[in-house]
């Protein structure tokens, strides 16, 4: 039987080689790019690749810019070299960019929360350990994580899940916030098992939160791992810059896709000005820009986004507290702020502006909580807004020389409780209906720029034998 298989793949493999495959991707934000590069270092030139982008730009969320000589992210501002950030490293690697990688600073592990409009530090060290207000709730957490039973679980709540395993003030206190900073998103609605699927696996087979991060923490070193955040020196839009480079003749720019349709054993992608024939596609497109180009109509998906409302003040150094230099702070949403919490980039990154005497903060605002309460802000008025709570937050008074606003609409998918099973029986009903087309992107299996290029390696990688 195994000799069989083994001559089946040979002779499918031999064909698939005697003709040149045409694949279109759609969309060239990391996802696509990614995903362009592995397939083209997989096939060579037995494989045509094509990206279809509809922007003049791509990179999608990926943005860095610079105002008064100061790097400013739009999106992303940095990737974590554990987990599948190797395989972010080894791509970084492939396109020879390592010698451009930052490493987040030692200050950067001083993070703040917001506990009654005043900042508190969490503990990173044992001074800070011994004034931490929760310290009681975080040993008892240890017992009852300790203590959890292991075995098979239904999916639940990111919220009910957590508080199975550790004590309820450190999920409001912690990872409420935590869970706004990944994914701008709400707790009690989001899927455990879609959000956090390594720790859901691992806590069924180890019962214990602790016990899977030591794990982890054993397996995962290499000698980017002592950051716990990696940028490029000129941002994370290096990486794109450099995929590009590689990706010259792939990449097709101001490429409006309108259409997506089976035609015999082909798929037919419709531009606004013309048809294309492909042997495969693959759709990095967000679903809520994806789902409206199929012929599909009673394929759906309950998958949402989430927005933020992203500002960028730069301040001046002296007005700055010494006591609060660290990597910024969040807010867990029984605070009732709009604000989900902001970043002090010159204190992660300072290699990425070494001569400048400006600090950046990012503010970012809205996610799925409260973006209605920001989304018709002037920007005015979100500036003063901005400011007025930062100045609070900081007990400080803060000279601000300059600003920068960015709206990142239907940004981050937020998967429902359920979500897996859901997927699954969208991905049998696609299957079904248009065999050589696929999804990859941030639809289903996570949403950080690791999990995008880790995805698409696992794509490329297992290409002809999905
Ligand atoms: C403000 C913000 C901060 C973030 N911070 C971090 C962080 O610090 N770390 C981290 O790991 N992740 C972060 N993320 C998440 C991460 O940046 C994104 O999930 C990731 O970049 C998504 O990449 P993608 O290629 O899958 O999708 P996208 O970047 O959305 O790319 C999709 C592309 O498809 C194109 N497109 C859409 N419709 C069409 C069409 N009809 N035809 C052709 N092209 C089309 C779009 O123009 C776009 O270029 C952040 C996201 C945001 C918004």
Same mark, same amino acid.
């Given at each position: 039987?195994?000799?069989?298989?083994?001559?089946?793949?040979?002779?499918?493999?031999?064909?698939?080689?005697?003709?040149?495959?045409? /694949?279109?991707?759609?969309?060239?934000?990391?996802?696509?790019?990614?995903?362009?590069?592995?397939?083209?270092?997989?096939?060579?030139?037995?494989?045509? /690749?094509?990206?279809?982008?509809?922007?003049?730009?791509?990179?999608?969320?990926?943005?860095?810019?610079?105002?008064?000589?100061?790097?400013?992210?739009?999106?992303?501002?940095?990737?974590?070299?554990?987990?599948?950030?190797?395989?972010?490293?080894?791509?970084?690697?492939?396109?020879?960019?390592?010698?451009?990688?930052?490493?987040? @600073?030692?200050?950067?592990?001083?993070?703040?929360?917001?506990?009654?409009?005043?900042?508190?530090?969490?503990?990173?060290?044992?001074?800070?350990?011994?004034?931490?207000?929760?310290?009681?709730?975080?040993?008892?957490?240890?017992?009852?994580?300790?203590?959890?039973?292991?075995?098979?679980?239904?999916?639940?709540?990111?919220?009910?899940?957590?508080?199975?395993?550790?004590?309820?003030?450190?999920?409001?206190? #912690?990872?409420?916030?935590?869970?706004?900073?990944?994914?701008?998103?709400?707790?009690?609605?989001?899927?455990?098992? @879609?959000?956090?699927?390594?720790?859901?696996?691992?806590?069924?087979?180890?019962?214990?939160?602790?016990?899977?991060?030591?794990?982890?923490?054993?397996?995962?070193?290499?000698?980017?791992?002592?950051?716990?955040? #990696?940028?490029?020196?000129?941002?994370?839009?290096?990486?794109?810059?450099?995929?590009?480079?590689?990706? @010259?003749?792939?990449?097709?720019?101001?490429?409006?896709?309108?259409?997506?349709?089976?035609?015999?054993?082909?798929?037919?992608?419709?531009?606004?000005?013309?048809?294309?024939?492909?042997?495969?596609?693959?759709?990095?497109?967000?679903?809520?820009?994806?789902?409206?180009?199929?012929?599909?109509?009673?394929?759906?998906?309950?998958?949402?986004?989430?927005?933020?409302?992203?500002?960028?003040?730069?301040?001046?150094?002296?007005?700055?507290?010494?006591?609060?230099?660290?990597?910024?702070?969040?807010?867990?949403?029984?605070?009732?702020?709009?604000?989900?919490?902001?970043?002090?980039?010159?204190?992660?990154?300072?290699?990425?502006?070494?001569?400048?005497?400006?600090?950046?903060?990012?503010?970012?605002?809205?996610?799925?909580?409260?973006?209605?309460?920001?989304?018709?802000?002037?920007?005015?008025?979100?500036?003063?807004?901005?400011?007025?709570?930062?100045?609070?937050?900081?007990?400080?008074?803060?000279?601000?020389?300059?600003?920068?606003?960015?709206?990142?609409?239907?940004?981050?998918?937020?998967?429902?409780?359920?979500?897996?099973?859901?997927?699954?029986?969208?991905?049998?009903?696609?299957?079904?209906?248009?065999?050589?087309?696929?999804?990859?992107?941030?639809?289903?299996?996570?949403?950080?720029?690791?999990?995008?290029?880790?995805?698409?390696?696992?794509?490329?990688?297992?290409?002809?034998?999905?």
């Amino acid at each position: 039987m195994r000799y069989l298989d083994k001559t089946y793949a040979f002779v499918t493999n031999l064909v698939f080689f005697m003709e040149t495959k045409r /694949v279109i991707i759609l969309g060239a934000g990391i996802s696509g790019l990614s995903l362009a590069w592995f397939l083209k270092q997989k096939f060579k030139d037995k494989l045509k /690749v094509s990206i279809l982008e509809k922007e003049a730009r791509a990179g999608g969320w990926i943005k860095s810019v610079r105002k008064r000589s100061v790097l400013l992210e739009k999106g992303p501002r940095g990737f974590r070299p554990k987990g599948k950030g190797e395989a972010t490293l080894a791509l970084c690697k492939q396109l020879g960019i390592e010698d451009k990688i930052v490493f987040a @600073s030692p200050l950067s592990k001083k993070r703040f929360i917001l506990h009654k409009k005043s900042l508190v530090p969490l503990p990173h060290d044992f001074f800070s350990f011994l004034n931490f207000p929760f310290k009681g709730a975080l040993l008892s957490s240890l017992i009852k994580d300790l203590g959890a039973a292991k075995g098979q679980r239904e999916d639940l709540s990111v919220k009910d899940f957590f508080n199975g395993q550790i004590s309820e003030v450190l999920v409001k206190k #912690l990872v409420d916030p935590f869970f706004s900073g990944i994914y701008a998103g709400d707790i009690q609605k989001s899927s455990a098992e @879609s959000c956090f699927p390594g720790l859901f696996q691992d806590v069924q087979k180890n019962g214990s939160f602790f016990k899977s991060f030591r794990k982890k923490e054993k397996e995962q070193k290499n000698r980017f791992s002592t950051a716990p955040l #990696l940028s490029f020196k000129d941002g994370m839009e290096q990486l794109v810059e450099s995929l590009k480079e590689g990706l @010259s003749e792939e990449l097709e720019l101001n490429k409006n896709v309108v259409g997506v349709s089976g035609e015999d054993e082909k798929i037919k992608v419709l531009l606004e000005e013309e048809e294309l024939l492909a042997d495969y596609v693959v759709s990095t497109l967000p679903l809520p820009h994806l789902l409206p180009l199929l012929d599909e109509e009673e394929i759906a998906l309950s998958l949402k986004y989430s927005s933020l409302r992203v500002l960028s003040l730069l301040i001046e150094r002296e007005s700055f507290p010494k006591r609060l230099q660290g990597f910024g702070y969040l807010i867990p949403s029984e605070e009732g702020v709009e604000l989900l919490g902001t970043v002090f980039d010159s204190f992660v990154f300072p290699a990425q502006d070494p001569k400048s005497s400006l600090i950046k903060a990012t503010l970012m605002f809205g996610g799925s909580r409260h973006f209605e309460r920001v989304k018709k802000l002037s920007e005015d008025e979100l500036f003063l807004k901005g400011v007025e709570l930062l100045n609070k937050h900081l007990k400080a008074n803060l000279k601000v020389v300059d600003r920068e606003f960015f709206t990142a609409k239907e940004a981050i998918a937020q998967y429902p409780v359920g979500y897996k099973k859901e997927k699954e029986r969208f991905l049998d009903e696609m299957k079904n209906k248009m065999p050589n087309f696929f999804i990859q992107g941030t639809s289903f299996n996570g949403v950080a720029v690791n999990d995008c290029v880790f995805n698409s390696r696992h794509f490329a990688e297992n290409f002809l034998t999905l």
